[in-house]
T-cell receptor, first 113, second 112 residues
Framework: GNSVTQMEGPVTLSEEAFLTINCTYT??????LFWYVQYPGEGLQLLLK?????DKGSNKGFEATYRKETTSFHLEKGSVQVSDSAVYFC????????????FGQGTTLQVKP | NAGVTQTPKFRVLKTGQSMTLLCAQD?????MYWYRQDPGMGLRLIHY???????AKGEVPDGYNVSRLKKQNFLLGLESAAPSQTSVYFC???????????FGNGTRLTVT
């Protein structure tokens, strides 16, 4: 089946720093790719998505580009805020018609003022 | 906009006890999923359903059972809880393939 490998954390940044969280995947076919964010005590929320090669997903200043040649979907933000502190999960659709998502292990981001 | 609702939010069980976690969605979604979240392991799929009356095993199904008698509900059962089942459980749903999952807020289960 498909799989995803995510940069290990925790990642600690100062406010206004540049953020990159690496995500690479192994897949058959053409999966859709997602980034989810989890704030403390809450469920996962969709942050952005991309459904085909070279698509760029963006939301709330975060961006990620579907790179088929490098099988990557790295998350970036130009200037992080304290409120961005959360756990970030990279995910992709699994093969087969089930709608399942395969998740990375999550990366904890802490932003200090 | 209720979305996906999980009950209970917290539960403590003794080893060997049983319980059922309830997931309800009001979006008329066909697909529903149960995941567990453990530190450093991301989310792992326990069971899932592609429609009313259907269920299938995910990555870590042992020790769990599920039922999808109504389209809007997906129940996760633990017949004889073990400490290894201490985790945070998330239910999710989606309405079509390759679309994002909608998650509930989770159930934190501790088995002593």
């Amino acid at each position: 089946g498909n799989s995803v490998t995510q940069m290990e954390g925790p990642v600690t940044l100062s406010e206004e720093a540049f953020l990159t969280i690496n995500c690479t995947y192994t897949a058959t076919g053409y999966p859709s790719l997602f980034w989810y964010v989890q704030y403390p005590g809450e469920g996962l929320q969709l942050l952005l998505k991309a459904t085909k090669a070279d698509d760029k997903g963006s939301n709330k200043g975060f961006e990620a580009t579907y790179r088929k040649e490098t099988t990557s979907f790295h998350l970036e933000k130009g200037s992080v805020q304290v409120s961005d502190s959360a756990v970030y999960f990279c995910a992709l659709t699994d093969s087969g018609n089930t709608g399942k998502l395969i998740f990375g292990q999550g990366t904890t981001l802490q932003v200090k003022p | 906009n209720a979305g996906v609702t999980q009950t209970p939010k917290f539960r403590v069980l003794k080893t060997g006890q049983s319980m059922t976690l309830l997931c309800a969605q009001d979006m008329n979604h066909e697909y529903m999923y149960w995941y567990r979240q453990d530190p450093g392991m991301g989310l792992r799929l326990i069971h899932y359903s592609v429609g009313e009356g259907t269920t299938a095993k995910g990555e870590v199904p042992d020790g769990y059972n599920v039922s999808r008698l109504k389209k809007q509900n997906f129940l996760l059962g633990l017949e004889s809880a073990a400490p290894s089942q201490t985790s945070v459980y998330f239910c999710a749903s989606n309405g079509r393939l390759n679309s994002p999952l909608h998650f509930g807020n989770g159930t934190r289960l501790t088995v002593t």
